[in-house]
Every structure is written in C-alpha cells, then in structure tokens.
C-alpha cells in the first residue's frame, strides 16, 4: 500500500473509529460510575447482571513509589539512577482533526 493511500482511504477511518471509541468509553464509563456509586451506598449490591453479561464491584488499594524522593532522601544520584534505567522505543500515531 501507498503512502497517499494510507493517507487518502485510512487516516480518515481512523479518526472516526477513534472518536467512536471515545464516544463509546465515555458511555461505558458513565454506567460503570452508576454502579460504582450504587455499590458503594449503605447496602449496596456488589454484583449486577444483566441479561447476557455480569458485572462485579470489586474494590481495591493501589500503592504506587514516589522514586524521585526516595531517591532525593536517600541520597541516590541522577548518574547512579541513570545506571539502572533502562530506555526503550515506543512508537504511537496521533490524529487530530483538521
């Protein structure tokens, strides 16, 4: 396939699925906020089911490290962090509209 292919047939496509997805995510994020906050009122239901699908409320903790103050109180420099860093390449697609 040919660059002004791509360009001409897919980049368009492309956009309108994405702002499907996003469309959809906000729809599908809308319900799962409404379960969320029945589940968690007094007495709440932590399962809801549907006719063909279940959903379950499952609530949890996430830690998650502050590195750059451990390594500031810690005493740990940019050169040591940076010998223990490791870079790899991460390519994407940005599409916006015109």
Same mark, same amino acid.
């Given at each position: 396939? %040919?660059?002004?292919?791509?360009?001409?047939? %897919?980049?368009?496509?492309? =956009?309108?699925?994405?702002? %499907?997805? !996003?469309?959809?995510?906000?729809?599908?994020?809308?319900?799962?906020? =409404?379960?969320?906050?029945?589940?968690?009122?007094? =007495?709440?239901?932590?399962?809801?089911?549907?006719?063909?699908?279940?959903?379950?409320?499952?609530?949890?903790?996430?830690?998650?490290?502050?590195?750059?103050?451990?390594?500031?109180?810690? =005493?740990?420099?940019?050169? %040591?962090? !940076?010998?223990?860093?490791?870079?790899?390449?991460?390519?994407?697609?940005?599409?916006?509209?015109?």
């Amino acid at each position: 396939m %040919q660059v002004t292919e791509i360009a001409l047939n %897919q980049v368009d496509e492309l =956009g309108m699925l994405l702002a %499907q997805i !996003a469309d959809l995510t906000a729809r599908a994020d809308s319900i799962k906020d =409404g379960i969320k906050d029945a589940a968690t009122a007094a =007495g709440g239901a932590k399962v809801y089911e549907g006719a063909m699908f279940k959903a379950t409320f499952i609530e949890s903790n996430r830690s998650t490290v502050d590195y750059k103050k451990l390594c500031a109180d810690i =005493g740990v420099t940019a050169d %040591q962090l !940076a010998a223990y860093t490791k870079t790899t390449a991460v390519f994407s697609v940005k599409t916006t509209t015109r």
